[in-house]
């Protein structure tokens, strides 16, 4: 029986299944362990099974959930909320400063919380309400919301990195150092696209008006600078700690999970509920990615046991002879389709046994690749007709935002950050060479 027939028969069941409704991790592994005993009989269960106790054996998938964590209970405790009055006072008398100032706190959160679910949750609940009040456009803020929250995929501590890093057998720290400057480039261009806009038209993002901001006293303005100190101040102890070689990986997780606790407390947030509400979030998500990895590890130790990569790079590279960049090109563009209906993890689970080994194979770096596939599931969320930041923002936009008004707002946000993969593709020293410089200092 050929490799392609093999690759086919595996990748094409997936798919329909997962077009049936079935639960991600179901199909995954139900495909993968049914692939085994087909191939090789009763004897192969071991090869899932033994997948499992990888996933239990890998030390750094402890930190996943004390990210989580830490990224809630500075949200429940509104420490999120006190960072968005730091951004609308300082940013306000600037034109389209509080839409400026949503992509700054975008950015804070992205650096707390490593998932882009908090950014949305934070900005259509706390931001949203702000713009629309002060006279900014629905469309233009929607977008700005929507993008803005993607960046917590890409910005360190991103937990997709951390899984990307456990399935490409990579090291976290390189993937979160690769992260650092494509990310602080995406949410530059972002905000220079609202600068100007907002000069062209300035209609559609006002500056706060003057009898607000007379309002606003100096004594507020520090006191709300000291306050926005305070997250900042988690996250470089927990990166520093890290950095130095203090603490390992999981320890400077579970410090910044203690200092947000600590944070909460400071506030005088810190409640039961606000405990359970984070300690329940944390839960469930944690449980998802776990369920998520343990069946695409079951998947890929029968896909690997094939050595079908190496059918597939023949037949593209030798026989239909196409450029490597040409494949990387075709990869890419296959996780914009696919996450038009599937979130960033089951993405990578579902087609990471054949295109990291791929990737390695065509002599691209590993690390690199993985900022490429983290901003392509970003312009992956917000690509209609079922990108997975757009139904989010449905959920949680007041009645006013039509869906209408959700696709059109995405448009040149989806542009922008189709220019800073571009940019990391022609450059890609952006983001190898804070890593290459700290492994080589």
Not at 20 to 31: A, D
Not at 76 to 95: I, K, M, N, Q
Not at 259 to 274: E, P
């Amino acid at each position: 029986m050929s490799s392609e027939f093999i690759t086919l028969f595996m990748f094409g069941t997936m798919m329909v299944l997962l077009f049936t409704g079935q639960r991600v991790f179901g199909v995954i592994g139900f495909v993968g362990t049914a692939a085994a005993l087909w191939l090789w009989g009763q004897g192969s269960f071991e090869m899932p099974f033994n997948a499992s106790f990888q996933v239990l054996n890998w030390y750094p998938l402890i930190t996943v959930p004390f990210f989580i964590f830490m990224g809630y209970m500075l949200s429940e405790s509104g420490v999120a909320t006190d960072l968005y009055r730091l951004f609308h006072v300082w940013f306000g008398p600037v034109r389209g400063g509080l839409a400026l100032g949503t992509i700054g706190l975008m950015v804070l959160i992205a650096a707390l919380n490593g998932l882009s679910v908090a950014g949305m949750a934070i900005g259509a609940t706390i931001a949203l309400p702000q713009l629309l009040k002060h006279g900014y456009d629905k469309v233009m803020v929607t977008g700005v919301i929507q993008a803005g929250s993607s960046l917590g995929i890409l910005i360190p501590p991103s937990v997709v990195l951390v899984l990307y890093a456990m399935i490409a057998r990579q090291p976290v720290l390189s993937l979160w150092l690769a992260g650092v400057f494509p990310g602080l480039l995406m949410a530059l261009i972002f905000g220079i696209y609202i600068y100007v806009r907002s000069l062209i038209q300035p209609e559609i993002a006002p500056a706060m008006p003057a009898e607000e901001r007379a309002q606003i006293t100096w004594a507020e303005r520090i006191s709300l600078l000291k306050k926005g100190i305070l997250p900042l101040a988690i996250f470089l102890v927990m990166m520093g700690l890290f950095m130095t070689g203090t603490t390992s990986l999981v320890e400077s997780s579970a410090v910044g999970a203690v200092l947000s606790m600590l944070a909460a407390w400071y506030s005088g947030n810190f409640t039961r509920k606000v405990f359970e509400d984070s300690s329940r979030n944390t839960l469930a998500i944690s449980c998802m990615f776990m369920w998520i990895i343990l069946a695409a590890l079951c998947f890929s130790s029968v896909y690997d046991g094939l050595g079908a990569v190496k059918a597939v790079k023949t037949l593209l590279v030798d026989t239909w002879e196409f450029s490597p960049w040409t494949v990387l090109i075709l990869m890419l563009f296959s996780f914009v389709i696919m996450g038009t209906f599937l979130d960033d993890t089951a993405m990578l689970v579902i087609v990471a046994p054949l295109y990291i080994p791929l990737v390695k194979s065509l002599g691209f770096d590993p690390i690199w690749f993985g900022v490429l596939y983290t901003i392509t599931c970003q312009i992956a969320y917000i690509t209609p007709p079922f990108g997975y930041n757009l139904f989010l923002m449905r959920a949680m936009a007041p009645p006013e935002i039509t869906l209408i008004d959700i696709y059109r707002s995405i448009v040149p946000f989806f542009f922008l950050m189709v220019l800073t993969l571009v940019i990391i593709m022609i450059y890609p020293q952006i983001a190898l060479w804070l890593p290459q410089v700290y492994a080589g200092r």
